[in-house]
């Protein structure tokens, strides 16, 4: 097993000549910052780059991308599957394929045989993404195993069922996207996450809730905050041997208790936790890019997997700074070229990664109702984001259409959360 980085990369992981990358694009499906993280990543190694969803956004402006309108595979996957065939004989060769939102690896694992002709999709089988984006599945599965995950019901269990306090949460993450939509425009932030601390509060949910606890899971709580997640991205082989992994922590989410990484850091884990994941990956027959998402328990230090995600998580752009640089080791490896196994379980801080904008919003502004011990000035918030090597998102790669895109999103939420809205993620 692993305990750090395991050897000098940069021997193999050498440029290709400028003909191999045009025989093999890259087309990223998404918009966030998992896709924009791939496409600053790959793009500044001259790897022609497409990114492609339903609306111009965020990704979509950057200087180091093409953008390739596709519908939403949640309402059209026939259609998204048509158009990204159309894409991929555009621009000629068999690019890479690959996505950043669930709901993209479901389409294209489905698809995969159809698509690989064309194409090459980094996406696992169909079976083993469907057991990972739904959590009901995938926890029974898990527990069955012995792995230590947090104790899974459906929505309908009854009050009980699950020592208190319990996380209710969407089965899928489409599926709260869905529910927010039928129950009258709530905010998707507000059905990812719900902590119940009492019965009361728990009948409560039920009875508010009762035309969608289908799609509902509760979930025992594992104590802590954003600080104790840890994020371990990894790229599995054609084999499931795991050719590239990051250990990183959040420092600071929004909201505070479970929000997407703003500031985060290189880290380590135990061995114990490593093995866990080399583990699932063998028995799933797993390929592609993927995150295991721990928590840490604040109050035991145990490490509990809380999920995997089989797709690019939101700080992927962080391991370009790191000797297991997991877009890249994807893509030579999809397209055959030689890969030396890098893992990045080193001492914490090395590396950090921050959407700066929104973090700078946060510490100064927003966590004064969500989390004020984390509200600082701009002297000590400053020094929290130092570092060896600093991934700005926003800024990065000198990608200046994507950061006054960025500072338009801020001045907007500003101007949501004045009257008193909930800010969107970009």
Same mark, same amino acid.
């Given at each position: 097993?692993?305990?750090?980085?395991?050897?000098?990369?940069?021997?193999?992981?050498?440029?290709?000549?400028?003909?191999?990358?045009?025989?093999?694009?890259?087309?990223?499906?998404?918009?966030?910052?998992?896709?924009?993280?791939?496409?600053?990543?790959?793009?500044?190694?001259?790897?022609?780059?497409?990114?492609?969803?339903?609306?111009?956004?965020?990704?979509?402006?950057?200087?180091?991308?093409?953008?390739?309108?596709?519908?939403?595979?949640?309402?059209?996957?026939?259609?998204?599957?048509?158009?990204?065939?159309?894409?991929?004989?555009?621009?000629?060769?068999?690019?890479?394929?690959?996505?950043?939102?669930?709901?993209?690896?479901?389409?294209?694992?489905?698809? +995969? %045989?159809?698509?690989?002709? &064309?194409? @090459? $999709?980094? #996406? =696992?089988?169909?079976? /083993?993404?469907?057991?990972?984006?739904?959590?009901?599945?995938?926890?029974?599965?898990?527990?069955?195993?012995?792995?230590?995950?947090?104790?899974?019901?459906?929505? +309908? %269990?009854?009050?009980?069922? &699950?020592? @208190? $306090?319990? #996380? =209710?949460?969407?089965? /899928?993450?489409?599926?709260?996207?869905?529910?927010?939509?039928?129950?009258?425009?709530?905010?998707?932030?507000?059905?990812?996450?719900?902590?119940?601390?009492?019965?009361?509060?728990?009948?409560?949910?039920?009875?508010?809730?009762?035309?969608?606890?289908?799609?509902?899971?509760?979930?025992?709580?594992?104590?802590?905050?954003?600080?104790?997640?840890?994020?371990?991205?990894?790229?599995?082989?054609?084999?499931?041997?795991?050719?590239?992994?990051?250990?990183?922590?959040?420092?600071?989410?929004?909201?505070?208790?479970?929000?997407?990484?703003?500031?985060?850091?290189?880290?380590?884990?135990?061995?114990?936790?490593?093995?866990?994941?080399?583990?699932?990956?063998?028995?799933?027959?797993?390929?592609?890019?993927?995150?295991?998402?721990?928590?840490?328990?604040?109050?035991?230090?145990?490490?509990?997997?809380?999920?995997?995600?089989?797709?690019?998580?939101?700080?992927?752009?962080?391991?370009?700074?790191?000797?297991?640089?997991?877009?890249?080791?994807?893509?030579?490896?999809?397209?055959?070229?030689?890969?030396?196994?890098?893992?990045?379980?080193?001492?914490?801080?090395?590396?950090?990664?921050?959407?700066?904008?929104?973090?700078?919003?946060?510490?100064?502004?927003?966590?004064?109702?969500?989390?004020?011990?984390?509200?600082?000035?701009?002297?000590?918030?400053?020094?929290?984001?130092?570092?060896?090597?600093?991934?700005?998102?926003?800024?990065?790669?000198?990608?200046?259409?994507?950061?006054?895109?960025?500072?338009?999103?801020?001045?907007?939420?500003?101007?949501?959360?004045?009257?008193?809205?909930?800010?969107?993620?970009?």
């Amino acid at each position: 097993m692993w305990n750090g980085i395991t050897s000098a990369q940069t021997d193999v992981l050498g440029d290709f000549v400028s003909d191999t990358f045009d025989q093999h694009p890259v087309i990223v499906l998404g918009m966030g910052f998992p896709a924009l993280g791939v496409v600053h990543t790959l793009a500044i190694r001259g790897v022609p780059c497409w990114v492609c969803d339903p609306q111009r956004r965020f990704t979509a402006w950057s200087r180091h991308a093409r953008y390739w309108r596709i519908p939403d595979p949640r309402f059209d996957a026939d259609g998204m599957i048509a158009r990204l065939k159309e894409l991929a004989k555009k621009i000629g060769g068999r690019p890479v394929v690959i996505p950043t939102d669930d709901h993209y690896s479901q389409v294209l694992a489905r698809h +995969n %045989a159809e698509l690989e002709p &064309l194409m @090459l $999709p980094c #996406v =696992a089988g169909s079976e /083993t993404v469907e057991l990972l984006v739904h959590k009901g599945r995938f926890s029974e599965w898990a527990e069955g195993r012995g792995i230590r995950v947090p104790r899974t019901r459906p929505g +309908n %269990a009854p009050v009980g069922a &699950l020592p @208190l $306090p319990v #996380v =209710a949460k969407p089965i /899928t993450k489409s599926s709260f996207r869905y529910a927010a939509r039928e129950m009258g425009g709530r905010r998707t932030s507000e059905l990812r996450f719900t902590l119940l601390r009492s019965e009361a509060e728990w009948r409560k949910f039920r009875e508010s809730n009762a035309a969608n606890l289908e799609i509902i899971v509760l979930q025992e709580y594992v104590e802590g905050n954003s600080s104790d997640m840890y994020s371990i991205g990894v790229y599995a082989d054609r084999q499931s041997q795991i050719t590239g992994m990051f250990v990183g922590r959040k420092l600071r989410g929004y909201p505070a208790q479970y929000g997407n990484t703003k500031l985060g850091q290189n880290d380590t884990v135990p061995d114990h936790v490593l093995a866990e994941i080399a583990g699932i990956v063998r028995e799933l027959h797993y390929t592609g890019i993927a995150e295991f998402e721990y928590r840490r328990d604040s109050k035991t230090g145990e490490f509990r997997l809380i999920e995997v995600n089989p797709r690019c998580w939101s700080w992927i752009a962080a391991t370009a700074e790191s000797p297991a640089n997991i877009p890249w080791i994807a893509y030579r490896d999809m397209i055959g070229a030689p890969v030396a196994p890098a893992m990045d379980n080193r001492a914490p801080g090395a590396v950090k990664y921050v959407t700066i904008l929104s973090d700078m919003a946060n510490v100064f502004v927003r966590y004064r109702w969500d989390h004020p011990a984390w509200v600082m000035g701009p002297r000590a918030w400053w020094r929290s984001l130092e570092a060896d090597r600093l991934v700005v998102a926003e800024f990065n790669r000198g990608d200046w259409p994507v950061a006054l895109y960025s500072m338009w999103v801020l001045a907007r939420d500003g101007v949501r959360f004045l009257f008193k809205m909930r800010p969107l993620e970009a």
